[in-house]
């Protein structure tokens, strides 16, 4: 079997996530550059291009540009409930526990407690660290993410499997790769924040794979995803 074509198999689109979740594990713990992680982040590119990914258009093709656009606000009004109130919810909860200060519980505070660890190790400020990183999470994820879990993976899962249950195990790596930032911290290990972020990044993985479904667009994905990361970020 040629390399495109296996790439491009329910399996091996299965192994190469795995084997992406393992990568990223292995540079947040160990790379100079973490909590950064450059060779995942460009192979998460590069692995969905060379395999062959749909080319990046708007796919006006099955409805007309205002439906598209319709479907993408209702499930982008979708997620940001969803990540504004579950962020908002967990830290109320983790307030009422008496916990939202500390970094092993509350997102509010290992989302800094982690910038301050890689400030020290990089040998820069915890602000330029959250401005680099808050770059990162606007930039390269919303195509990165896009190219490779929903144009990739999601798309070749689905030939074996189905849309629903390639939806959610995509979506359940997802989120799993999200809660893999705080093995940087590693042998601390934020047990509440990493479950959070798990369950938060499999729901609006979820809602991506939901809408990369209704349309065929990565390119609609990417917006959606990129308005998200803003929102959040500066809520």
């Known amino acids: 079997m040629q390399s495109k074509e296996w790439l491009n198999s329910t ?19 160990f790379s100079p550059s973490a909590p ?41 009004i979708g997620m ?13 909860w983790m307030n009422y ?17 982690l910038a301050s660890v890689a400030a020290a190790r990089l040998g820069t400020t915890q602000s330029v660290t959250l401005g680099l990183y808050g770059l990162f999470f606007m930039l390269w994820a919303p195509i990165g993410e896009e ?3 929903r144009g990739y993976l999601q798309k070749n899962l ?4 189905g849309s629903s249950f390639a939806i959610i195990i995509m979506a359940l790596i997802f989120g799993l790769r999200h809660s893999i930032h705080f093995l940087y911290l590693w042998p601390e ?6 479950i959070f972020w798990a369950i ?17 667009s990565v390119s609609i994905c990417i917006v959606a995803h990129f308005l998200a990361n803003v929102i959040i970020f500066f809520v």
């Open 36 to 76: 950064f992680f450059w060779l995942y982040a460009a192979l998460a590119i590069a692995i969905p291009i060379y395999a062959g990914m749909e080319k990046f258009s708007w796919a006006y093709s099955k409805f007309t540009i205002v439906e598209y656009w319709k479907i993408m606000v209702v499930i982008f």
């Open 200 to 216: 938060n990044a499999t729901v609006i993985g979820a809602l991506l794979g939901v809408l990369y479904k209704k349309t065929n």
């Open 147 to 149: 190219f490779f879990y």
């Open 158 to 161: 689905t030939k074996k499997l």
């Open 97 to 113: 526990l008496g916990k939202g200060d500390d970094f092993n519980f509350s997102m509010n505070a290992a989302i800094p407690h």
């Open 189 to 194: 290990l934020p047990i509440g924040p990493m």
């Open 80 to 92: 940001e409930v969803w990540d504004i109130g579950s962020n908002l919810g967990f830290q109320a």
């Open 11 to 29: 399996a091996g689109a299965f192994i190469i996530a795995i084997a992406m979740t393992v990568l990223v594990c292995i540079e947040t713990m």
